[in-house]
């Protein structure tokens, strides 16, 4: 069975998915708990072996250029004397048992093309067992097991961000008829900060806020953060009808996934939400 968590692990661990530096203090004032608090939930966390914090080189940065999923099939009586020969391999990254037509994956990375002939033809040659191998170079890597997310339990997450009481509360009845749950924010700041800890599903973001352009500012920054490029963001203001438009980037430039002028009718907010969330996530 599971180890089970609560709504104050699920923050805490996300905020250190997003920065594993993140200090007890500032989690803690993320949260809105006491920093013991946040340090007995680490501890517990940590000693449990739900979460590890540790850290991650960027294996292109350290000229390790060629990076190879290797597919072993094996005797499978040697099984497990060959994936701890393998793991001790400073070149190999992960191995992992698997069930169909071959026994073991493994990741490794090496400088250059010729590193890698080197360790097939010498290295895994030399080990008793193996059968046949299949190797694959990994071209480029969109999302691996770092930027994975603790999924959420519940309804999708819906967070507005909007400085309109009367905007947030019609947008939020809304949405809450059809099942979703909302968050609030007043400004870009305070939403980035709710994404952080939160990890919304989607994200309702103004433009002209405690800034002229403060919602388009949040967007940009969200795009650059490992932890929230991917949450999908529907732009809605009226900054087109403003006296401001011209400030306003073409589209092209609006890091957003669709943007809509105020005012948007029910129906046309629901169908975009159902439309921008992510597959599988229903209310």
């Not at 991650?56 to 350290?62: F, M, R, T, Y």
């Not at 930027?147 to 507005?160: F, Q, T, V």
């Amino acid at each position: 069975m599971g180890y089970t968590i609560d709504t104050t692990d699920r923050h805490i661990i996300a905020l250190l998915q997003l920065n594993g530096r993140t200090s007890n203090v500032d989690i803690a004032r993320a949260i809105g708990v006491a920093e013991a608090t946040v340090r007995k939930r680490l501890d517990r966390l940590l000693s449990e072996g739900v979460i590890c914090v540790v850290a991650i080189p960027a294996v292109d940065k350290l000229g390790l250029e060629v990076e190879t999923v290797i597919m072993l099939k094996v005797d499978l009586g040697r099984a497990h004397q060959i994936a701890e020969q393998l793991a001790a391999m400073k070149q190999v990254r992960t191995v992992r048992y698997t069930t169909g037509e071959y026994d073991i994956v493994l990741e490794a990375v090496f400088p250059s093309d010729d590193d890698l002939l080197q360790f097939l033809t010498a290295r895994l040659a030399s080990i008793g067992g193996i059968r046949a191998t299949a190797t694959s170079h990994v071209l480029k890597s969109i999302k691996q097991s770092c930027d994975w997310m603790l999924p959420r339990e519940g309804p999708p997450l819906i967070l507005i961000v909007d400085d309109d009481p009367d905007f947030v509360e019609a947008s939020r009845m809304v949405l809450e008829h059809e099942g979703y749950r909302v968050a609030t924010a007043a400004n870009g700041e305070q939403g980035l900060r709710v994404m952080r800890r939160e990890q919304p599903d989607l994200v309702i973001l103004d433009v002209m806020m405690s800034g002229i352009l403060d919602g388009l500012n949040a967007s940009m920054q969200m795009k650059a953060e490992r932890g929230l490029k991917r949450t999908p963001i529907l732009m809605i203001s009226s900054i087109i009808t403003s006296d401001y438009a011209a400030m306003f980037p073409t589209d092209e430039y609006v890091p957003v996934e669709n943007f809509l002028s105020k005012p948007v009718s029910p129906q046309r907010l629901l169908d975009e939400v159902k439309r921008l969330l992510p597959e599988g996530l229903i209310a």
